[in-house]
DNA sequence: TAAAAGTCTACTTAATCAGTAGACTTTTAT
DNA sequence: ATAAAAGTCTACTGATTAAGTAGACTTTTA
């Protein structure tokens, strides 16, 4: 399961990238519009701000806007930010490799094939839903 | 990521698998070969066994013996026995179902929609990996 | 009947999750 | 100039889970 944090992360990303080039949007307004609470958010946007995804303007009439453009960003590029590696063991994990102690060899262990299968699928799945996609989805299904 | 518990609770099956019909395995046996600790295996066995996929023996000669056919068995049963959840989000769980504060409307969550994806596909290679299957695939891979 | 095995309850210890508090800095409007 | 509005940053807190451990108990068999 993802993080709360992740979750929000996420969700305040697409709330960020329906006003894209709208100007800053303020903590308090992301934080009221998604349930999240302010203060936890406030570190989660910060976490975003460092890696470049989202950036700030401090003071009145400041707050977050989305600088990657909303098809530059995707869910495995965040979810790996927040909460880690994807793949369910570490010795399928690309950024979190880690030898297995369990298996003499890794090449012939049979538990490691599907657990590379679900990683690659996961990985592609995730890297494919960007921002973009999400907020386009998500207005084509509110007009039915 | 699966829980150390989780990659004992494989590896042991996997083992026993390979034993299949053979008679009672000891813990000590399974602990020493797949480097997991002794107390800590009986817990995951127990849970197993509760669950109907091993069986014991009690006393001198006794031990842990596969009932379930290895066909039978596969990671999607036992992550969910010992991990619970696959899904990514409550939100997209099918034993864990939790309605998500953040999105009014579950249908038209640009989120949701890929993660039920990958949710899809996870399910649909972990149903497939069967103990049967995982130890073919070790032993074909042996022979190179 | 002693030794070999699994069973069960109850700890423990460390890490991680999900936040909160509060002082600080920057910017803008008056 | 300065008060108010905003984000920044460090440090804490409390609850839960992960990963085991201890030890007394029961069952079986040679």
């Known amino acids: 399961m993802l993080s709360k944090k992740c979750k ?6 697409v709330y960020l990238t329906e006003r894209y080039e709208q100007g800053p949007v303020q903590i308090q307004d992301i934080s009221e519009k ?5 203060k936890f958010l406030e570190a989660i946007l910060l976490e975003l701000r460092h890696a470049n995804i ?12 989305l ?3 909303p098809t530059d960003v995707n869910l495995m590029q965040v979810m790996r930010l927040i909460d880690g590696p994807i793949a369910l063991l570490p ?16 090449k012939s262990c049979g538990i490691r094939d599907s657990l590379l ?18 907020v386009k989805r998500e207005r084509q299904m509110k007009l039915n």
């Open 117 to 134: 299968s679900v990683r690659d699928e996961t990985l592609q799945i995730l890297s494919d839903a960007t921002l973009a996609k999400i």
């Open 91 to 106: 010795c399928v994990s690309i950024n979190y490799y880690e030898r297995c102690d369990e298996c003499k060899n890794e």
């Open 54 to 65: 989202l950036e700030s303007k401090k003071g009145k009439g400041g707050g977050y806007y």
């Open 67 to 69: 600088v990657k453009k």
């Open 34 to 38: 998604k349930h999240i609470p302010k």
């Open 8 to 13: 929000y992360a996420i969700h305040a990303l």
